[in-house]
């Protein structure tokens, strides 16, 4: 069974930084778009960052500059990692993937394209 599994969230201060993890299981996410996402409360779900099978990496502006995504293939596990956090940060983050086809330049931002998301962990931003 294809499955996601994120960790690594918690309470951090501003300035501080996570990060996040996504173990995947039942495929081997080489081949795959893994995107990350976050849902604050209130907000719709919004795109953070993503990666393409050959690597090609994609950030929002929000997080540009600060968010660093990356993939372990010994693992198949995707990271973001997450520095310099704010205040606006704070969101329960999902990673997602689509086994059914392989993207190899461009990842995904359309959070409707993704098939297989994981449970959520929530990341806390507070002073």
């Known amino acids: 069974q294809v499955q ?54 994609f950030y929002a502006d929000s997080v540009k500059g600060r968010f660093t995504i990356s993939r372990d293939t ?15 940060d704070t969101a329960v983050y999902y990673c997602a993937t689509d086994p059914t086809e392989i993207y190899y330049l461009d990842c995904p931002r359309d959070p409707k394209t993704y098939d297989v998301w994981g449970q959520g962990t929530q990341v806390t931003v507070s002073s």
Request: proline letters at 3%; hydrophobic letters at 35%; charged letters at 20%.
């Open 74 to 88: 010994a693992k198949n596990t995707v990271y973001v990692k997450m520095n310099n956090m704010k205040l606006e």
């Open 4 to 57: 996601l599994v994120e960790s690594g969230g918690g309470l951090v201060q501003p300035g501080e930084s996570l990060r996040l993890s996504c173990a995947a299981s039942g495929f081997t996410l080489d081949y795959s778009a893994i995107g990350w996402f976050r849902q604050a409360p209130g907000k719709e779900r919004e795109v953070v960052s993503c990666i393409s099978s050959d690597g090609v990496t």
